[in-house]
C-alpha cells in the first residue's frame, strides 16, 4: 500500500463506478459540481479541470496509463481502463470486493490497518467526491460551519466511515440519517401525503475545523475549507474559548437530552437495515450506535 493507492481506493469507494469485462475493468468516478459556481463567484468547472491536472500527477504514475477527463455542466467524470489480469485491478478488486458502485460497496477492513498518513489519503479521495463545503452548511447560526459527505443508501458505508475518520481522531458531530424519524421526524411529510420523503441519501456532518487538516484535493473544495475553517476558528476564539475544546467532542461525550419524536409508520419499511428496522429514534446518535459507529 502506498498514498496514491490509498488516495484512489477512497474515491472509487466514495464515488465509483466498476465496469467488469471479459478482458478489461473500466473504472469511472464520479465528481459532482452541485453548483455551477463557487462560494466565491468562480467557475465550478474550470477549479474541477485544474483540480484534474493535480489529481493525475497523484494517479497516473500509479495507474501506468492515462486519465480520461470528461465534463458536464453539474459533474465531472475521471476514468481509466485495464487488463483484468493488471496487478494493480487485481488489488482494487480485492479491497472492493464483488461491489460494483458506491450503492454496495463497504471499506475493507484492511485500510483500517493502513498507516495514519495512507488512512488519511483514503478520507481524502473518498472527500474530493463526496464532501461538501457552503456557507449554507452550519450548525445552529453561522460562522459554525461544516463539511458534509453524501453517501447513497449504503447504511454500512456511512458507519465504516464514521469509524475510519475516529482512526485518524476527527469525530463526526452529526448524521443525517435517510431514515423517517430524522428526515421526516413530525411526520409533515407523511401527512402531505409523501410517505417516502425521507428515503434520501445520508449526509455525515464534520466541523471544518476538523476536517481541515486533511483537506481536499479538489481546488475549489479546499479554498472555501480554508476559510470557513478559519472562520469558525475566529469565532470561537473571540470567546475566550480554545476551537478544539469546543469542536473536538465525539456524540458519545455529550450529554444532551432528546426531543421525542412521535411514531412514524416508515419505521417497518424494507428500506431500512434489518438490525434497525422496526425500531423508533428520537436522536441519530441511536441508530449510529445501533449499527457500529460508537466508543468501541
Same mark, same amino acid.
Given at each position: 500500500?502506498?498514498?496514491?493507492?490509498?488516495?484512489?481506493?477512497?474515491?472509487?469507494?466514495?464515488?465509483?463506478?466498476?465496469?467488469?469485462?471479459?478482458?478489461?475493468?473500466?473504472? #469511472?468516478?464520479?465528481? $459532482?459540481?452541485?453548483?455551477?459556481?463557487?462560494?466565491?463567484?468562480?467557475?465550478?468547472?474550470?477549479?474541477?479541470?485544474?483540480?484534474?491536472?493535480?489529481?493525475?500527477?497523484?494517479?497516473?504514475?500509479?495507474?501506468?496509463?492515462?486519465?480520461?477527463?470528461?465534463?458536464?455542466?453539474?459533474?465531472?467524470?475521471?476514468?481509466?481502463?485495464?487488463?483484468?489480469? %493488471?496487478?494493480?485491478? +487485481?488489488?482494487?478488486?480485492?479491497?472492493?470486493?464483488?461491489?460494483?458502485?458506491?450503492?454496495? #460497496?463497504?471499506?475493507?477492513?484492511?485500510?483500517? %490497518?493502513?498507516?495514519?498518513?495512507?488512512?488519511?489519503?483514503?478520507?481524502?479521495?473518498?472527500?474530493? #467526491?463526496?464532501?461538501?463545503? +457552503?456557507?449554507?452548511?452550519?450548525?445552529?447560526?453561522?460562522?459554525?460551519? +461544516?463539511?458534509?459527505?453524501?453517501?447513497?443508501?449504503?447504511?454500512?458505508?456511512? #458507519? %465504516?466511515?464514521?469509524?475510519?475518520? &475516529?482512526?485518524?481522531?476527527?469525530?463526526?458531530?452529526?448524521?443525517?440519517?435517510?431514515?423517517?424519524?430524522?428526515?421526516?421526524?413530525?411526520?409533515?411529510?407523511?401527512?402531505?401525503?409523501?410517505?417516502?420523503?425521507?428515503?434520501?441519501?445520508?449526509?455525515?456532518?464534520?466541523?471544518?475545523?476538523?476536517?481541515?487538516?486533511?483537506?481536499?484535493?479538489?481546488?475549489?473544495?479546499?479554498?472555501?475549507?480554508?476559510?470557513?475553517?478559519?472562520?469558525?476558528?475566529?469565532?470561537?476564539?473571540?470567546?475566550?474559548?480554545?476551537?478544539? %475544546?469546543?469542536?473536538?467532542?465525539?456524540?458519545?461525550?455529550?450529554? &444532551?437530552?432528546?426531543?421525542?419524536?412521535?411514531?412514524? $409508520?416508515?419505521?417497518?419499511?424494507?428500506?431500512?437495515?434489518?438490525?434497525? +428496522?422496526?425500531?423508533?429514534?428520537?436522536?441519530?446518535?441511536?441508530?449510529?450506535?445501533?449499527?457500529?459507529?460508537?466508543?468501541?
Amino acid at each position: 500500500m502506498n498514498n496514491e493507492m490509498a488516495y484512489l481506493l477512497g474515491m472509487i469507494t466514495g464515488n465509483g463506478e466498476v465496469q467488469r469485462g471479459a478482458n478489461e475493468t473500466t473504472i #469511472v468516478v464520479e465528481i $459532482p459540481h452541485k453548483k455551477l459556481e463557487t462560494e466565491f463567484q468562480k467557475d465550478v468547472g474550470i477549479y474541477v479541470k485544474a483540480s484534474v491536472t493535480d489529481i493525475r500527477e497523484i494517479l497516473e504514475p500509479l495507474l501506468g496509463t492515462g486519465l480520461t477527463f470528461t465534463q458536464n455542466a453539474n459533474v465531472s467524470y475521471v476514468s481509466f481502463r485495464k487488463l483484468n489480469e %493488471d496487478y494493480l485491478v +487485481r488489488e482494487i478488486l480485492r479491497y472492493i470486493g464483488a461491489a460494483t458502485s458506491h450503492d454496495n #460497496v463497504r471499506i475493507s477492513s484492511e485500510v483500517y %490497518d493502513f498507516t495514519l498518513d495512507e488512512r488519511k489519503q483514503f478520507i481524502k479521495g473518498f472527500a474530493d #467526491v463526496t464532501g461538501y463545503i +457552503r456557507r449554507s452548511n452550519y450548525a445552529y447560526t453561522e460562522p459554525q460551519y +461544516r463539511v458534509y459527505f453524501e453517501i447513497p443508501q449504503n447504511w454500512g458505508l456511512v #458507519v %465504516d466511515f464514521c469509524n475510519l475518520l &475516529k482512526s485518524v481522531d476527527i469525530p463526526v458531530q452529526n448524521i443525517d440519517w435517510g431514515h423517517p424519524n430524522m428526515r421526516d421526524g413530525n411526520l409533515k411529510k407523511y401527512n402531505e401525503g409523501k410517505p417516502d420523503f425521507w428515503k434520501k441519501e445520508h449526509q455525515v456532518k464534520v466541523w471544518a475545523l476538523e476536517y481541515n487538516p486533511i483537506g481536499f484535493a479538489v481546488l475549489h473544495k479546499q479554498e472555501a475549507l480554508d476559510y470557513f475553517a478559519n472562520e469558525h476558528k475566529v469565532f470561537i476564539e473571540r470567546q475566550g474559548k480554545e476551537p478544539s %475544546d469546543v469542536t473536538h467532542r465525539y456524540y458519545w461525550e455529550i450529554v &444532551k437530552r432528546n426531543k421525542e419524536k412521535p411514531i412514524h $409508520p416508515g419505521e417497518d419499511d424494507e428500506f431500512i437495515p434489518e438490525e434497525i +428496522r422496526g425500531n423508533h429514534y428520537d436522536s441519530w446518535k441511536e441508530i449510529a450506535k445501533d449499527l457500529g459507529y460508537k466508543e468501541d
